[in-house]
């Protein structure tokens, strides 16, 4: 068992090693996460093997309720800036000067400057100590929980044998992509995005739950050493650099040894403007380090800063451009971003073309038109911003957000106190129904286990799922058909949809994705209101007397339901036998047709069997011809024969919308 514990560490380590600072990996998905579980088996059966370099241990820290100071025993020492090669030339002109060399003699070990925080991270014997922020230089804040949950930070040092005292000092960052994702899912939920990279990964190294920490995506380069006790003897700083690499860290890309002659110094800028574009994470400058560490403790330091090393910063990055139009993207929550069309512009080493403009307040403060010259800003933000008018266009046109949906052409509304303008074609709107469905589908909701967001994303773009209830008539074929799908993994998701029907009143209310009815939200409702029909029936009022929902929650909730389309959904899913437990316990669905005989003729938008099965679970029975018995009919389009008799006889007759109203209200 021991053994067994140990390999899966060490492989479990390893594959961590390959993927995330190797950028490699060299396992399945599926291997891996076996192999993971087994582990975590091993260690709940026999907690006391459980190794402190284990990868269960890098989320395993409960949430801090304060951050604890920690003092550095190596100063942690910050640079000074040069602007221009002038200034970077000149810095180094006079180390060399109180060296008695010439700058040329010097050698230089360049570094990209990564636009994070500055973390030391401590390791005793090899493992893992502690990690903690720069603060002032000398005592910052213990962000273990945090740093541990880093995948390219080891637990556990590669060299060997491993030093008695290692601090490695590096910038923790947030890469590009991950900035992105993580901008377009606070959009989603309407949440606070990040201004840029740095603040994302500022932000999260200050939270006190790891668990946050550890679904971000943050990474770790490392640039120096702060105290070191071990046997490798180091001359150059790229020596140090190798160890840090052999140790299992991450290399920083394109590093450069050269002789600082000003001709070096001008070419190893102009590739790393050129390599800064493509980079995967943010570089605000250049840290020009003299390699030799015997001369660096020669020129020693002043106040924070060191005199053997300069950052050269990259220029703001700001350029003027002309404002051709706005577009309004639909968010997958419905809320309308308008989005600038720019003349192109080459800003930071790319071609820009669209900019943000984030809601129409950000528009209305910019007093910005159709027409104008904009300034473009790029610095550290992923995403170019538009920061002020320049000059305003000689034929400007105002920006009016649209009255209706571009996608779908459902009303926009805008909430009262809210910046976000929202579609308000909720579950009819194609730009929102890929998301609601994998809302709907998700884990924390109706658990269906087997339909993911990328067979979502499939299924939705061949058609096979409009709205959530085509959910409950998907059929093998739809999935079997899909590449890298067959008849078992199909079979698989139908069996996952059919054992997720039966739910709870709470969990089926925040599945829907009403705008801002969160999980919690949705469960404080259920709670109050206990069934449904009460929940359809429920006003503004009525709703804001449940414990923390506000007025922008109710009135979602009173609009949500007081749309047809949504109500017509919700009918397709409850005919397609989803059940749910109500707010006390189980909800025995009340047979309030108990004893009725409808009759559904003409064509209804939802399948026949749909409706049927609505008035079969209120109790009715459901017959195919009209007769003096019948309770009444639900006339489609183009009904014919059994309108006219129904007419004839005086039964009542409703058409599909009152249908629809009536369930709900006789499910009352
Ligand atoms: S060396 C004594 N190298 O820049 C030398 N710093 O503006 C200390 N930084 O606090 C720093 N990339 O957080 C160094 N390759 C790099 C760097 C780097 C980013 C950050 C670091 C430092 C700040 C100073």
Redesign the pocket.
């Given at each position: 068992m021991q053994k067994r514990y140990n390999d899966l560490v060490a492989s479990i380590n390893q594959w961590d090693y390959e993927y995330y600072v190797l950028d490699n990996p060299t396992v399945s998905d599926a291997q891996y996460d076996q192999s993971f579980r087994e582990l975590l088996a091993i260690e709940a059966g026999h907690p006391e093997l459980t190794s402190p370099e284990s990868p269960s241990q890098r989320v395993g820290a409960k949430p801090i309720n304060e951050f604890q100071k920690i003092g550095h025993s190596v100063k942690m020492?910050?640079?000074a800036n040069a602007f221009s090669l002038e200034e970077t030339y000149s810095f180094f002109e006079k180390a060399a000067k109180e060296l008695d060399r010439s700058p040329e003699s010097l050698t230089l070990f360049s570094?990209?400057?990564?636009d994070g925080?500055?973390i030391s991270i401590h390791y005793d014997h090899g493992l893992f100590s502690y990690a903690a922020t720069?603060g002032d230089g000398q005592v910052g804040e213990d962000v273990s929980h945090n740093i541990k949950t880093i995948k390219s930070v080891p637990l556990k040092l590669a060299s060997n044998p491993p030093p008695k005292k290692l601090d490695v000092?590096g910038?923790v960052f947030m890469p590009k992509a991950a900035f992105e994702k993580l901008n377009l899912v606070a959009q989603q939920n309407d949440s606070k995005r990040f201004v840029n990279p740095r603040n994302a990964a500022a932000g999260t190294i200050r939270q006190m739950n790891p668990k946050i920490a550890a679904e971000r995506d943050l990474q770790f380069i490392p640039?120096?050493i702060g105290e070191y006790e071990g046997d490798t003897e180091f001359k150059t700083h790229s020596q140090i650099i190798a160890y840090l690499a052999a140790s299992g860290f991450r290399k920083?890309l394109h590093c450069y040894e050269f002789s600082g002659s000003y001709d070096a110094f001008a070419k190893n800028y102009r590739i790393m403007e050129q390599a800064r574009a493509k980079l995967p994470m943010e570089i605000d400058g250049i840290?020009y380090k003299i390699n030799e560490l015997a001369l660096q403790t020669t020129l020693g330091f002043i106040a924070r800063s060191?005199l053997w090393?300069v950052?050269r910063k990259f220029p703001p990055q700001q350029v003027v451009t002309q404002l051709l139009a706005v577009d309004f993207q639909v968010g997958r929550t419905g809320v309308l971003t308008p989005v600038a069309r720019l003349a192109p512009v080459f800003v930071g080493g790319v071609t820009v073309s669209n900019a943000t403009l984030h809601n129409r307040d950000e528009i209305e403060r910019l007093g910005l038109c159709i027409g104008d010259d904009i300034e473009i800003h790029r610095a550290g933000d992923v995403i170019p911003k538009v920061v002020k008018v320049v000059t305003q266009g000689t034929d400007r046109k105002p920006i009016i957000m649209p009255g209706r949906c571009p996608v779908c052409d459902a009303a926009i509304e805008r909430a009262v106190g809210q910046a976000a303008f929202r579609c308000t074609g909720g579950l009819s709107c194609a730009a929102q129904a890929a998301e609601h469905i994998r809302h709907y589908a998700s884990r924390k909701f109706m658990n269906i286990t087997n339909l993911g967001s990328k067979l979502i994303e499939l299924l939705y773009s061949k058609g096979s799922i409009k709205s959530i209830a085509d959910i409950y008539t998907l059929k093998l074929c739809d999935i079997a058909d899909l590449e890298g799908h067959g008849e078992k993994s199909a079979q698989n998701v139908l069996d996952s949809i059919e054992a997720s029907k039966t739910t709870k009143l709470g969990t089926f209310i925040g599945a829907l994705g009403i705008p801002e009815v969160g999980e919690e939200g949705a469960k404080a409702i259920a709670r109050h209101f206990k069934n449904y029909p009460a929940i359809v029936a429920a006003s503004v009022d009525d709703i804001m007397q449940v414990p923390d929902i506000g007025p922008v929650m109710a009135k979602n909730v009173v609009d949500f339901f007081n749309d047809a389309k949504n109500r017509a959904v919700i009918a397709k899913i409850i005919a397609a036998g989803v059940t749910w437990q109500d707010g006390q316990g189980e909800a025995a669905q009340e047979k309030v047709l108990a004893g009725q005989t409808w009759v559904l003729t003409g064509t209804l938008s939802m399948p026949r069997n749909g409706a049927k099965a609505i008035l079969e679970r209120l109790g009715a029975k459901v017959a195919g011809s009209v007769s003096k018995k019948t309770s009444c009919v639900v006339a489609g389009q183009d009904a014919g024969s059994k309108l006219d008799k129904a007419e004839s006889l005086g039964v009542k007759i409703i058409d599909e919308a009152a249908f629809l109203r009536m369930f709900v209200d006789v499910a009352k």
């Open positions: 020492l910050s640079l570094e990209p400057k990564l925080l500055a720069r000092r910038e640039y120096g920083n840290v060191p090393a950052a």
